[in-house]
């Protein structure tokens, strides 16, 4: 565990812009890459979800994304009208919806995972290759570490909180 004493020497509140400005860049960038998904992000991160995950459930994959399920049927709707990703009743729950990617779904998110991993590239460029690569790995283990202290933290709030902030502050200049 990390300790006061062993952070880099930096002003407390540093971390979070740090953070934030990544983010923003990240986010701005990921918006212009996955333009055509019906939703979006979200879109994007189901189908991700969905085709690397291999959840059971609906609702699982709302679990682990941490998005509401009125939102998430939402999402699915448009997902299974553009004819991504189908629902598969599930033989031991009636209740229970399993997902699943369709073949064109498969082509789709193999299309745009070529465009966001152009997205990460650009966001990293900026690094040596190994000092990135080390990055993805910390920042892997510390969402880990966040998500587990709070498992319904959504990520799509924090994105959202940062919209805010950025209206709050042009509105200050």
Do not use: F
Request: with cysteine; aromatic share 2%; net charge negative.
């Amino acid at each position: 565990m990390t300790t006061e004493s062993s952070l880099p020497s930096a002003a407390p509140g540093d971390l979070g812009w740090n953070l934030a400005m990544v983010l923003r860049g990240y986010q701005r960038q990921l918006e212009t890459a996955v333009d055509g998904l019906p939703g979006g992000v979200r879109c994007y991160q189901v189908l991700s979800t969905v085709i690397h995950r291999d959840l059971p459930s609906q609702q699982a994959i709302g679990a682990h994304l941490a998005i509401d399920r009125t939102v998430l049927t939402y999402l699915l709707d448009g997902m299974v009208d553009a004819k991504l990703v189908e629902r598969i009743p599930d033989p031991t729950d009636r209740r229970a919806r399993k997902i699943r990617a369709t073949t064109e779904g498969l082509s789709v998110l193999a299309r745009y995972e070529r465009r966001v991993a152009a997205v990460e590239a650009s966001i990293l460029s900026g690094m040596h290759a190994d000092d990135a690569h080390r990055l993805a790995g910390l920042l892997g283990a510390l969402a880990t570490s966040v998500h587990r202290a709070d498992p319904t933290a959504s990520p799509c709030e924090a994105v959202e909180s940062l919209g805010r902030a950025d209206v709050i502050a042009s509105q200050h200049h």
